[in-house]
Nanobody, 112 residues
Framework: QLVESGGGLVQPGGSLRLSCTSA????????MGWFRETPGKQRELVAS???????AYADSAKDRFTISRDDVKNTIYLQMNMLKSEDTAVYYC????????WGPGTRVTVSS
């Protein structure tokens, strides 16, 4: 039910905005987040909303990534700036406790 989009090939230092939507309304009680996965590594949470309405970021994403939402469109976004080669991964959205079935993800490749 989760569908991610917006990935692609970008040069180092570039930007991308990822989107995540669902046919069902996101549960407000379950904070949504963005995860990423690279070969050989566990899927990691890079950005999420918090239960108090704020947001939280992995150290690797701080000051570069911004999570946001549009409740009218039932869409979660991840604005990624100053991209680095190590940001190359498949990105997924889900609740922070991984409640939903995973979507297909969207691939981000940072390379010159």
């Amino acid at each position: 039910q989760l569908v991610e989009s917006g990935g692609g090939l970008v040069q180092p230092g570039g930007s991308l905005r990822l989107s995540c939507t669902s046919a069902r309304r996101f549960f407000r009680a379950s904070p949504m987040g963005w995860f990423r996965e690279t070969p050989g590594k566990q899927r990691e949470l890079v950005a999420s909303f918090t239960t108090d309405g704020g947001s939280a970021y992995a150290d690797s994403a701080k000051d570069r990534f911004t999570i946001s939402r549009d409740d009218v469109k039932n869409t979660i976004y991840l604005q990624m700036n100053m991209l680095k080669s190590e940001d190359t991964a498949v990105y997924y959205c889900n609740t922070v406790d991984k409640y939903y079935i995973w979507g297909p993800g969207t691939r981000v490749t940072v390379s010159s």
